[in-house]
């Protein structure tokens, strides 16, 4: 990440996460992805931002309300991600934000959109192969 407040506010997150302090973590997360400053990153810087929380290691269980709330405040800057670059990563990460957020529905819509495109670019990658595993769940 080249931004420096970018990198400053997600490395207090990560440390909060990694501290047992999710409540804090999430928090940091639901400021980071709804404030303006957000939009105004790179998208790569965006998505590495956002595939921290959404792909984070070690989450068991459902989420506590700060952690929908995180998800849901995610789903802006991943919708815009989405639109702009048709990228199937950022739909998985989107469709994984509405099932966090109690919207499975949307998330199937935006899984078969993934996976058309992911089976456009290479029907053979192991994002394919994920898509259609999350496809399948709902």
């Given amino acids: 990440m080249a931004n420096e407040v970018l990198v400053s506010t997600v490395k207090s997150i990560v440390a909060s996460m990694r501290a047992g302090k999710t409540d804090e973590a999430y928090a940091g997360y639901r400021a980071l992805f709804a404030s303006p400053a957000f939009a105004t990153y790179e998208a790569n810087d965006q998505r590495q931002a956002l595939r921290l929380m959404v792909h984070a290691k070690g989450?068991?269980?459902?989420?506590?309300?700060?952690?929908?709330?995180?998800?849901?405040?995610?789903?802006?800057?991943?919708?815009?991600?989405?639109?702009?670059?048709?990228?199937?990563?950022?739909?998985?990460?989107?469709?994984?934000?509405?099932?966090?957020?109690?919207?499975?529905?949307?998330?199937?819509?935006?899984?078969?959109e993934a996976l058309a495109l992911e089976r456009e670019r290479n029907a053979q990658s192991d994002l394919c192969g994920v898509l259609m595993k999350r496809v399948s769940m709902l």
């Fill in 59 to 112: 989450t068991t269980g459902p989420l506590p309300a700060g952690g929908v709330e995180a998800h849901r405040a995610a789903l802006a800057p991943l919708g815009t991600l989405a639109k702009q670059h048709k990228e199937p990563a950022d739909l998985e990460m989107l469709g994984m934000c509405q099932v966090a957020v109690g919207d499975e529905a949307a998330a199937g819509v935006t899984f078969r």
